[in-house]
């Protein structure tokens, strides 16, 4: 992991909304591209875990992602994420900046830089847990009249 001092880093626009469902919660995010809808919907689970401003850029970390369709590299790319979450030290991002995105061929790939800190109980409001995520009702939708593309991901918490 890399250390930062200082904040150079600009965050990205919010791109995502949390939509009600029944015992989980839906993530839907949106992008000029389908990279940045990705990165959005990064942005929003751990956004949904805690407030994203009290999340400052002191060090980064290195996920990599496969998948056979996008369904799968969505799902695969967001589950390596909460891992990131989930394992010492608990690194909670507030910026994700996706450096490998392949999206055709037999190998789905993405390579992500993710910048954030240790999340730290009395410094990070505590939101809601995710346990996991799921396929169901996942959406990935291109709407070439508008050019943007939008992402439904229901999480488990």
């Known amino acids: 992991m890399e250390n930062f001092k200082d904040s150079e880093l600009q965050l990205a626009p919010c791109k995502y909304e949390y939509l009600d469902h029944t015992a989980d919660v839906q993530i839907h995010s949106w992008g000029n591209t389908l990279k940045e809808a990705f990165e959005q919907c990064g942005v929003a689970m751990f956004g949904y875990m805690t407030e994203l401003p009290y999340v400052e850029i002191k060090q980064s970390a290195i996920i990599e992602a496969e998948g056979h369709d996008l369904e ?6 967001l589950d390596e994420l909460l891992f990131l ?5 608990n690194l909670i991002c507030s910026k994700l900046d ?10 789905l790939r ?3 830089k993710c910048y954030g800190e ?10 809601t ?3 996991a995520i799921t396929y169901s009702a996942m959406q990935i939708v291109n709407e070439p009249d508008t050019k ?4 439904f991901v229901i999480i488990d918490i």
């Open 72 to 77: 799968s590299l969505l799902f695969h790319f």
């Open 85 to 89: 979450f989930s394992c010492e030290p």
């Open 98 to 107: 996706i450096q490998e995105f392949v999206t055709e061929g037999e190998e």
């Open 110 to 112: 993405i390579k992500c």
């Open 118 to 127: 240790e999340f730290m109980i009395g410094k990070h409001p505590q939101g």
């Open 129 to 131: 847990e995710v346990k």
């Open 148 to 151: 943007k593309f939008e992402l």
